[in-house]
């Protein structure tokens, strides 16, 4: 399915919204500070800023979720206000949240008309809903997601769908979609992409949140900048306005080189973790690598090709079929976090809330939950010990705000994935396996993160790292492996690969 | 195993900021549990005014606290489980099987002939052994703890039925009932075996490795898991601990009561759970209170004696009972919202 048109949509069409003087405070707070934004139909608006700079608080307002305390929202020029989301939904504007919001347990179907079903005399008309949702899956080049699918049963990028399904059955004027390609691999940002354009040329409006700047320049019209609460700049056009201008619109200074030096691996350097003829899944080639001391090795493929599935069985957190995972030659219990973790094993998951955080527990909590007994004496925890382990963490990764007492939700995604990699510093691990380490996490962190892998790396730790973004993978790695369908079809030092390279080797794969 | 964050020669020492003793009891104990504390000083005032010196007697709060201990220790117990977002039906049903267990003819004859300590230890033996079964079936059978120890709730009170044929055992060991049953300086033992078992399960929640996992493990399972703890384990440790507990409570009403019965501990899970909840542990599991807990316990049995001074019938307090639960969770979500927010 291809809808590629002209792109470039006219932006100075007829302002569908427009909002004025927004303020919203919180107790303690004030999240948004007289904030203008407007958007035209027709036009992809994205929404750029760092993690707690507001973005979220305003599409909240927008959505209905929060109400403003000051300002004003019209729409075609009249003056609205939403109490609550079905007003706004009701209005036209849909959301696409972050976190998504599908019923799991329900069909796709059942998904899409959650909260307005099409109903006879209150019996609910199955078929109907089928007919409809494949008519919108199909109108998004989506067919292959059938209505009576479970969308538990779906990937990310499949869920993902739906929600836009749903946002689009209702009569929608303007999507909102927060971080969408957070969860998608390139070909489906492209396909994500392919269904913006669709919908744009339509008339519909767009509000575009991310945090990569490169989709930025392929998708975005016009830009409006927030930081700490206030729109610093509004309506950029994408077109005049440089990525070095944006990053310090956002962020206050201008960050020059993201991706730091790398210290080449010793040529004597021992094997520090092996991996000898995994088989991840039954079906699946043995897999054989190594990893030396202060090597990064990158893991590049889709998501869905298996890279996190490797990573899972290297660690234990899921049961290989067969194989071997060896640490400084030792041999790892199979499918036993405890003994990965005990042989000086550590990941960062992918999911870093619902795999990794302890969100209503403080900082010192999280950062000693792999090595409790050491900051404790015979069973017994020293507050002392832990507070010392857990400033140092916070020193060293500049964790702000500087508490070890605070609580891990209050914390932004940047911080929040530092926490689980102090976690892992202060057990002192040898082998680290980061699974999107950068997701979800703002421009400034990325690259304190980026800057904290090359140190790791130099000290001698062996790191393994999976993203899809292929821009860090062959940014952090001294090596990358290509993944695909389970298979590793290349090793090759990051040096001699490129982006295009490795979707090459990919798509190869895929047809073999 | 080398480490790169500890042998770094010089080490800034970080000091934490000191709370004292008392700032801190006014500010995690009180402040979080001002609810349940207004709610039992509201029923203090309640039995002072409508029964006046009756209420207000020193005997008569032992009364109280004696009355809550069984109870109390059970809930102690109940509230690491309930920690870990688990549940367990089967405490009453343990607690029966227990007594009757640690009575039995052969078993007061071997008590006589030896040590009175063997009853005691055989109820809090059966009692583990009961705790360890449903431990192992949920954390490594993978049955959820509702189902788990529903059985268990059957099965435990069938066998105890069936050891003592339905018949009531009076207990004729002397030294347990002087021992258990009796006063150390005017305060009865039952009252000082459930301080000290509430005193060792605060500690152990919040002062040891321990704890600190099974908070781990209620807040978020997968990540307790993927930081290499072990989750079955420690799962089953933990059930082990409240069938434990409700051994302990055995030999409490044994001695109480001076009989060993099935019927003991009837219905007493829900109480359980009733003073769990209330006392601000979250079925969601991830917070846990023991101070919670044990306030909880104190409102229910200074309402089941304030009526009972008041002539007042059980059907009445059972009406009342329903409508201090409800109005105590909401109280304490209140009071959790605006804490959270400051």
Sequence with gaps: MNYDQDTESTPGGSTLLEMRGIEKRFPGIVALREVAFEVTAGEVHCLLGQNGAGKSTLIKVLAGVHQPNEGQILLDGKEIGFSNPDEAIKAGIGTMYQELDLVETLTVAENIFLGHEKARAGFSSRKAEHRAAAGLLTRLGHPEILPEMEVGELSAAGQQIVSMARALSRDVR????????AVLDSEEVRNLFDTVRFLTASGVAVIYISHRLEEIRVIGDRITVLKDGTAVASNLL??????????????GRS????????????????????????????????????????????????VGSGRSEILGAIYGSTKPVSGSVHLDGKKLRPGSTVSA????????????????LLLDDTLAANFTLASIPRYSLAGFTSGKREYQASMEQITKLELRPADPMREARTLSGGNQQ?????????????VLLLDEPTRGVDVGAR????????????????????????????????????????RIVHRAPAAQMSEHRILDLVMEGTTL | MSTTTETQPSRTVYTRPRRSAMKWLLDAGLRRNMGLIFALLLLCALGAFTAGDRFADSNNMMTIVRLAAVTGVVSIGATFVITIAGIDLSVGAILALSAVWATTVSGQAFAESSSWIFMALTAMAVGAAAGLINGILIAYGKVVSFITTLAMMAAARGLAEIISDKKTQI??????????????FGVPVIVLIFILVAIGGWVLLNRTTFGRRTFAIGGNPEAARLAGIKVERHTMAIYALAGLCAGIGALMLMARTTTGSATHGTGLELDVIAAVVIGGTLLTGGRGSIFGTVLGVLIFSTLTNLFTLNNLSLSVQLVAKGAIIVSAVLIQRQLARRAQRT
């Design chain 1, 174 to 181: 303007l999507i909102i979609m927060d971080e969408p390609s």
């Design chain 1, 238 to 251: 994408v077109a005049d306005t440089p990525n070095a201008e944006l990053i310090k619109l956002m962020t």
């Design chain 1, 255 to 302: 960050i020059t080189n993201v991706f730091p030096a790398l210290t080449p691996v010793a040529d004597d350097a021992a094997a520090v973790l092996e991996v000898k003829d995994l088989v991840v899944a039954p079906g699946n080639e043995p897999i054989s690598f190594s990893v030396a001391a202060g090597e990064v090795l990158g893991l590049a493929g889709l």
């Design chain 1, 341 to 356: 973790v005990n042989a000086g094993m550590g990941l960062c998951p992918e999911e870093r809330k619902s795999q990794a």
């Design chain 1, 418 to 430: 530092k926490i689980v990699l102090g976690r892992w510093l202060s057990h002192g691990c040898r």
């Design chain 1, 447 to 486: 690259s304190e993160i980026y800057t904290l892998v090359s140190e790791l790396s130099r000290a001698g730790i062996a790191i393994i790292v999976v993203s899809s973004e292929l821009e860090e993978v062959l940014g952090l790695s001294h090596e990358v492996l290509v993944v695909s369908e389970n």
């Design chain 2, 171 to 184: 207990i004729t060991v002397e030294p347990f009932l002087k021992a258990v049953g009796g006063d150390v």
